[in-house]
């Protein structure tokens, strides 16, 4: 019981955030600038403080960043794989919107969940950030070049990279963790007191996106992707977890990653690179609901 009520207060802020939207308390075109705000604000200070203090040594790291990259690379082959199986009912922007579905991750709804469930758990979070934003942004902007309108040169795709504010943030971040210095209280503080706002915005912008009329638009894209994140991606990241021996905080760490929904930035990049945007809003409404339903499993059989 105790494991279900946890995951409550992420459901509450939600809930709160769709109301305060769906009521006009916060009219709807103002969440942009409170996601803006969350994005290249909150979710930075809070990267840069947890990095910059976490403990990176390559026998802490080395394995848990290991099973993320290769999860993602095993996720990439099958949506791959999916796309060339499928080349007569899935078309080009379709198939890059699944894919983003299939691939990029919230990390306001994973830090929310990790500082709820695990000790040390946005510091663990960070590492998983600083390991998979840059892989995931790299992949997921190739493919959309390769499979849209939009020609993307290895220049944009690293032009597109450095003006991302979590890759900022985690450069930062792994800046002063390589340095060995330690942050001046007042800058720590700061950081801090910054940083506990991101959670919490983060899911209320989350809950603010959220369609009801969306959930009862259901197609068997939306299907498998809403699908793919909680239970298949969590468990394929569990099982090369387990083969590399993880600790169990570590395999949920990761299940957090892998079982969030899709990040909201994913339909801007539809949006700018051909893809289906519509679709992807679909896919990332239900993951929303979806992925806190399966965290409490999760929870009872990792932790």
């Known amino acids: 019981m105790s494991l279900a009520l946890s995951v409550l207060p992420l459901l509450l802020i939600i809930a709160i955030g769709y109301g305060l939207a769906k009521s006009a308390i916060i009219p709807r075109g103002s969440w942009a600038a409170i996601e803006t705000l969350s994005f290249r604000g909150l979710i930075p200070a809070t990267l840069v403080l947890a990095i910059g203090q976490s403990d990176l040594s390559l026998d802490r790291v080395g394995g848990f960043g290991l099973a993320l990259v290769v999860t993602i690379v095993i996720l990439t082959g099958f949506a791959l794989a999916l796309r060339l199986l499928a080349q007569k009912t899935l078309n080009n922007p379709s198939f890059t919107s699944l894919f983003q579905g299939i691939i990029r991750w919230n990390a306001f709804v994973a830090l929310a969940a990790a500082e709820q469930f695990l000790d040390d ?40 990279l450095s003006r991302n504010p979590l890759v900022q943030a985690c450069i930062v971040g792994l800046l002063i963790n390589m340095s ?3 942050l001046p209280e007042p800058v720590s503080d700061t950081l801090e007191m910054i940083g506990r706002g991101a959670l919490g915005v983060g899911l209320l912008a989350v809950g603010a ?41 570590q395999l949920f760490a990761g299940v957090l990653v892998f079982a969030a929904p899709a990040a909201a930035n994913g339909y801007i990049v539809a949006k700018q690179m051909g893809g289906d945007a519509e679709l992807y809003v679909d896919i990332m409404t239900w993951q929303v609901v979806l992925s806190l339903l399966v965290l409490p499993f999760w929870a009872y059989i990792l932790l």
């Open 180 to 182: 060995g210095l330690t």
């Open 121 to 160: 758990g946005v510091a663990v979070l960070a590492v998983a950030i600083a390991v998979l934003i840059p892989v995931i942004n790299v992949i997921c902007i190739v493919v959309l070049a390769a499979y849209g309108p939009s020609k993307a040169s290895v220049g944009k795709v690293l032009r597109t």
């Open 209 to 249: 996106g959220i369609s009801l009329r969306r959930l009862a638009r259901v197609d068997w894209r939306v299907c498998l992707g809403a699908f793919m994140r909680p239970f298949v991606a969590s468990s394929l990241f569990v099982g090369v977890g387990m083969l590399l021996g993880l600790p169990s905080a």
